[in-house]
């Protein structure tokens, strides 16, 4: 069992009041909101955040990419993760690099592969088509998602695996001279994890036997967590194999305080920012035309369905979609959790939409001491 730091990096002094302008953090909120001054300052509190999970019980810290939004300030993971790669002692996840957005996949496979030198093999490559918004900031068209994302996996792992320097012609991308360096620590590569919001096509893939990666399932209510994993169950044995609680994960945010009352007293206005300012955006940028099957359009959409509108804590807290309480409480639902679904890597989101230093501190000092291990424990034995 592998319990690792998520921070979202959120652009935590935003004036709430924007809502009533703007209908989403994302895409069009103009930039002026962001204060420069402040944003350094958050930046270098957000490492700090990390580093201290790193040093208090989590086995890795984790780092994701949004763009032209206040709910994730890391457009560039890459950065962050070189920040993190020399102050860090467990495993570093970028989670992940929005594979379609980008022109030359390269790129990520050097990203990647300089990172994973510079841990000396702590790298843990996520791979996603990016969100439907990054698709309005990307000016990517949603209907080439899939393709671009396949070709892009593709060409990245020859680039891990091969030696070059060799020819890769492809629908997006075309290259005379494939010859990444430096090659991964890891051999044959970094282990790959697929996180998602639900698309089935993109459990089937994952979960194919000539890949079986790790699938994440982000920021749901834990009947859609159990639905998808034991979808990924299925089509593994479809393939022929049985899937191990290694290629299953779940992000979640979690907070805990010294009792159950304190906690949701703390996390509530924070937590409902998070669901009901930074989080929330219009259909038309949650899912684009063309940026999924209706298949899976409908079992996002599901999924999704009790984040759409405006919720209190003690929703979210009854539909699992946060995880809130004393240690004891925290631990309960989480052990219940895993042993009724099976996974294997678990991401507490250790803060949360306004959620201030004071409380994401303690909030890690409280799980790296009082949770994560007694959860380690109750897995093994």
């Known amino acids: 069992m592998r319990i690792l730091a998520f921070h979202l990096m959120p652009y935590v002094d935003l004036d709430l009041s924007f809502a009533d302008t ?176 639900g698309s089935s096509e993109t459990i089937r893939w994952a979960a194919a036997k000539e890949h079986r990666y790790t699938y994440l399932q982000t920021f749901s209510p834990i009947s859609a967590v159990a639905r998808y994993m034991q979808m990924y169950k299925d089509v593994a044995r479809e393939q022929g194999y049985e899937a191990t609680p290694d290629q299953l994960g779940w992000s979640v945010p979690v907070y805990v305080a010294e009792t159950d009352e304190q906690a949701r007293e703390e996390a509530r206005p924070h937590a409902e920012a998070f669901v009901n300012k930074f989080l929330k955006k219009p259909m038309e940028m949650l899912l684009p035309p063309g940026y999924l099957t209706l298949t899976s359009m409908k079992g996002v959409m599901q999924a999704k369905a009790g984040l759409a509108k405006d919720r209190t804590l003690e929703e979210l807290l009854d539909s699992g979609a946060f995880i809130v309480g004393s240690p004891k409480t925290v631990r309960e639902k989480l052990i219940d959790a895993q042993r009724q679904i099976g996974f294997g890597n678990l991401l507490m989101t250790i803060q949360f939409g306004t959620l201030p230093h004071d409380l994401t501190m303690n909030n890690i000092r409280l799980l790296g001491s009082q949770v994560v291990p007694q959860i380690k424990a109750a897995v093994a034995g």
């Not at 957000?46 to 457009?75: I, S, T």
């Not at 791979?127 to 070709?151: A, L, Q, W």
Request: include cysteine.
């Open 22 to 197: 703007y209908p989403a953090a994302w895409v069009t909120l103009p930039n002026r909101y962001f204060d420069r001054k402040a944003g350094y300052a958050l930046y270098n509190r957000f490492l700090d955040e990390l580093e201290y999970a790193d040093a208090n019980g989590f086995d890795g810290v984790c780092v994701n990419e949004h763009h032209q939004n206040g709910y994730g300030l890391m457009p560039v993971p890459g950065v962050f993760a070189g920040a993190l790669a020399r102050r860090t002692k467990g495993w570093l996840a970028l989670l992940g690099r929005a594979l379609p957005l980008v022109n030359n996949p390269l790129n990520i496979a050097e990203e990647f592969a300089e990172i994973d030198q510079l841990t000396g093999g702590r790298l843990i490559a996520g791979f996603v088509r990016g969100i439907g918004s990054e698709y309005h900031s990307s000016g990517v068209n949603p209907t080439e998602s899939h393709d671009r994302f396949h070709e892009a996996h593709d060409l990245i792992v020859r680039a891990w695996t091969e030696p070059g320097p060799f020819r890769f012609e492809g629908k997006y991308y075309d290259y005379e001279y494939v010859n990444t360096w430096p090659r991964t620590y890891q051999e044959p590569h970094p282990q790959i994890w697929i996180p998602s919001q």
